[in-house]
């Protein structure tokens, strides 16, 4: 063994590999990050929930009751991708105007919709919850589905602001990109106050408001359809400011490109 190791070769591999092992050893632990991502899902279980994951049996009560004195008035187009029709609300319900509700009806009583309407909660747009008999033009009978009355949120979408559709390409592709960077801070504040993810930020479900009828200003901009799949509940094992800034990173990696290129479907003027 002396003879191997005063030959200087072997001294020298040693040495390597001792200094390999002490690199090893004293090598931090990791702290706690989000991981690089591509998509929703490789994240999801990282920082946040979808609806349903977060769903409890207290929320589960959410349409145990029949929503009675209730008038509504014209039906709206409809609103999200889990929902059968909304409508307007006539005269008052709940010590709310019913001109600024909206009674959305939705397909079914389970956890998709439990988790929707604990978003509405949480966000503070539930004005009431429960079950209504409710029957489309060509279903055979009426059946009793579940419904959620929440705040009308102001504003118009996109391509029903007779503005933006008189603008040469150019004034448009600004004006997409200042409302993009809006909404984005606007996912982020409710992600920072409610801890509830805005994921769905398409065109549809953006509502903006100008400060007079021109594109020179934005006076507001809001979201609508808190249901699946677009939102998302955080983890409670994350801080409260790295929800925020991962929402507002979300959201400028996933919409910030489609809004400033316009790279979906024409809307229907509804």
Not at 172 to 192: G, N, P, W
């Amino acid at each position: 063994m002396s003879n191997l190791l005063s030959c200087r070769p072997f001294r020298f591999v040693i040495l390597i590999l001792l200094g390999l092992c002490l690199m090893a050893y004293a090598a931090p632990t990791p702290s706690f990050g989000f991981r690089s991502h591509t998509n929703r899902r490789s994240i999801r279980g990282r920082w946040m929930r979808m609806i349903m994951e977060a769903v409890t049996k207290e929320d589960e009560q959410a349409f145990s009751s029949y929503l009675s004195d209730i008038v509504t008035g014209e039906r709206l187009p409809k609103s999200g991708t889990n929902s059968i029709a909304a409508y307007e609300v006539k005269g008052t319900y709940k010590g709310h105007d019913g001109n600024n509700l909206v009674m959305k009806i939705l397909p079914d009583n389970s956890t998709y919709t439990w988790g929707e309407a604990k978003a509405l909660r949480a966000i503070g747009d539930l004005v009431d919850s429960g079950t209504i008999m409710y029957a489309e033009p060509h279903w055979p009978s009426s059946r009793y589905l579940p419904a959620v009355v929440i705040k009308k949120m102001p504003g118009k979408i996109l391509e029903h602001i007779p503005a933006y559709m008189l603008a040469d390409p150019k004034q448009k592709e600004s004006f997409r990109r200042e409302i993009a960077q809006l909404m984005c801070q606007k996912v982020a504040a409710v992600a920072d106050n409610t801890r509830v993810i805005h994921k769905g930020n398409h065109k549809r479900n953006v509502l903006i408001t100008l400060k007079d009828e021109t594109l020179t200003g934005i006076s507001s901009v809001e979201l609508v359809d808190y249901g699946w799949p677009g939102t998302f509940f955080a983890d409670e094992n994350v801080n409260q400011a790295d929800v925020k800034n991962q929402a507002l990173k979300d959201c400028k990696e996933e919409w910030v490109n489609q809004w400033v290129e316009d790279r979906w479907e024409h809307l229907r003027n509804d």
